[in-house]
């Protein structure tokens, strides 16, 4: 068994609740994820034998303890830079519908195989005592973590809450585990109707920003009925054919398992911020969704023309159901609709390369950050199998950053303040004289300040309005 190797202060409270007649037991993923190796993120405590009022005394000879929840007491403390939650052992009982529909009270007299088999997984279900070194393991979770198998603690109480269903998709991904059959079974007839957005989106961001390889949790997702149950348009691209000379690996589902999997090498890669992060990852799972409803067989060719623009209906019901639009003030939606739509985009220039011009990529710099798209696009590419190649998307950034647009087309030369100084009066001539300039900086017919006031002066000669005084000066 790996070292846990915890914290002096974090022993230290243990050790002060042991003298006060408890015992404090680290609890839930923090013991799982030492048992697999990876390093502490932070501490949940679970405290027997005291009472809530005792407890947050204690607690508090070691800092604020900020205090959480409605029907159950969890303290919050910070310890040296570590975020501690100390909680009683808890019953609950279903009284309703949904995540809310608990009644849960903290009871410091429970066993510890009482306390565990309100947890969701029996890997989730362990306990370490910190004082005494002893891993405490009423359900097997330490065996079925060493197998890779992922299991409920109590098929009787599972179905209480319906999320657990949504953990089984992310954990399965994460940490790469097979879901039990009868566990499976048991998920598949749970309904989730009443899962409310932000609970769906916890999940599926977990998937997204955790996973190594995320098409693990979305093949789970489609054997657990998650995706028919919640993403219908994703459920189309099982069994959607595609050309084979261009798709060797099979259908839009696999294909897009692929591509997903690429997705998430790419962004860590390039380590991107999280909104970021989780715009690329959510473009590339969304980019072939308008291809079910575009296949054709045409000439012994499957094609699925314009599926890249019949996607965007799809895409925003899915990101409707996740509830997605800003993340860290970052336009998600907007972006993923616009990498969704022009994700065909760099393979096409490409292809046309002698004839595509720098104003071509500066207008589509306007549309979407080039760079996100290319790493979409990237991973499209490489998510078909043995004839996967990123020519293409390589030579479309390497021109994009040559023309300093992989993130933003070039800001406008002539504003509407350099017209009002030279005595243009606001109004419609105004936004049209300022859109025809900007026009002529993309195709980069205009390149300074200057050149860009003679162009105006030039634009409004020719419309008639010479007696406006721009004109004359």
């Known amino acids: 068994m790996p070292t846990f190797d915890v914290p002096e202060e974090i022993l230290a409270l243990c050790r002060t609740i042991r003298d006060a007649g408890g015992r404090a037991l680290l609890v839930g993923g923090g013991v799982r994820d030492r048992l697999l190796g990876l390093p502490w993120k932070d501490f949940d405590l679970e405290v027997y034998g005291i009472p809530a009022e005792e407890l947050k005394a204690i607690l508090e000879r070691f800092g604020p303890a900020s205090t959480v929840g409605e029907a159950f007491t969890v303290y919050k403390l910070r310890l040296d830079g570590w975020e501690v939650d100390v909680s009683l052992p808890r019953r609950e009982s279903k009284r309703g519908r949904g995540h809310r529909g608990f009644f849960i009270v903290g009871d410091p007299t429970l066993s510890v195989e009482e306390a565990a088999r309100r947890r969701d997984f029996t890997i989730n279900a362990m306990l370490y005592d910190p004082l005494t070194e002893d891993l405490l393991d009423p359900f097997g979770g330490q065996e079925d973590l060493r197998r890779r198998i992922l299991r409920c603690v109590d098929r009787r109480t599972f179905p209480e809450d319906s999320l657990r269903v949504l953990r089984a998709m992310q954990l399965s991904a994460r940490f790469e585990l097979e879901i039990e059959p009868e566990t499976l079974e048991l998920c598949r007839q749970i309904d989730l109707d009443d899962l409310p957005s932000e609970r769906i989106w916890g999940e599926m961001e977990k998937l997204l920003l955790h996973a190594q390889r995320p098409s693990i949790g979305l093949q789970a997702a489609l054997e657990l009925l998650i995706i028919e149950k919640l993403f219908p348009d994703l459920k189309g691209l099982v069994g959607c054919p595609q050309d084979p000379i261009w798709h060797p690996e099979g259908d839009v589902w696999t294909h897009t398992l692929l591509a997903v999997d690429e997705a998430a090498r790419l962004v860590r890669e390039h380590r991107l911020p999280k909104e970021k992060w989780l715009t690329v990852m959510l473009a590339v799972l969304l980019h072939d969704v308008g291809k079910p409803l575009t296949t054709k067989v045409e000439g012994g060719r499957i094609r699925s023309l314009g599926h890249e623009e019949v996607g965007l209906e799809p895409s925003q019901r899915v990101l409707d159901r996740l509830n997605i639009h800003t993340i860290n003030g970052y336009d998600v939606r907007g972006q993923v ?137």
């Open 337 to 473: 609709l616009a990498l969704v739509a022009h994700h065909l985009k760099p393979a096409q220039f490409y292809k046309n390369r002698e004839r595509i011009t720098d104003g071509a990529f500066r207008r589509l710099a306007a549309r979407c950050d080039l760079e996100l798209l290319y790493l979409v696009a990237k991973a499209d590419a490489l998510g078909r199998g043995p004839v996967s190649t990123a020519e293409a998307e390589e030579w479309f950034i390497a021109r994009a950053r040559q023309l300093g647009v992989e993130h933003a087309p070039p800001r406008p030369l002539l504003l509407g303040r350099h017209l009002l100084q030279l005595g243009m009066a606001p109004g419609p001539e105004m936004g049209r004289i300022l859109r025809a300039v900007y026009e002529l900086q993309l195709d980069g017919k205009v390149t300074t300040l200057e050149e860009a006031l003679q162009a105006a002066r030039d634009l409004l000669r020719r419309s008639g309005t010479s007696e406006t005084p721009l004109a004359g000066r």
